[in-house]
Nanobody
Framework: QVQLVESGGGLVQAGDSLRLSCKAS????????MGWFRQGPGKEREFVGV??????????MYAESVLGRVTISRSDAENTVYLQMNSLKPEDAAVYYC???????????????WGQGTQVTVSS
């Protein structure tokens, strides 16, 4: 079992930056791909980014909608994954979830464990 707790959400203005954190506890954190997803009002949950490990180091993948504005990173020593978001837009407003799974994937179904989410609100 892995427990995930997100933090760092809040109310910001368009153009601002925000860093979300996801603290994991339980089984070996470094074994998992760590993803970020978001769900806006009336929308389906969508992929934001994922970070995992390969033989050559960290590998990352981002959604087109956030490419260039978002950076995902992880600290296995701290059992934490981060989502740095810059140049926030009103359409970035959503509940942001982190997830842990065995697959380096955009698909929500590829993740076994989910946090409760943290709200990000962006005012224009």
């Amino acid at each position: 079992q892995v427990q995930l707790v997100e933090s760092g959400g809040g109310l910001v203005q368009a153009g601002d930056s925000l860093r979300l954190s996801c603290k994991a506890s339980g089984r070996a954190f470094s074994d998992y791909a760590m993803g970020w997803f978001r769900q806006g009002p009336g929308k389906e949950r969508e992929f934001v980014g994922v970070v995992s490990w390969s033989a050559s180091g960290a590998i990352k993948m981002y959604a087109e909608s956030v490419l260039g504005r978002v950076t995902i990173s992880r600290s296995d020593a701290e059992n934490t994954v981060y989502l740095q978001m810059n140049s926030l837009k009103p359409e970035d407003a959503a509940v942001y979830y982190c997830a842990a799974g065995n697959n380096f994937t955009r698909a929500a179904g590829g993740y076994e464990y989910w946090g409760q989410g943290t709200q990000v609100t962006v005012s224009s």
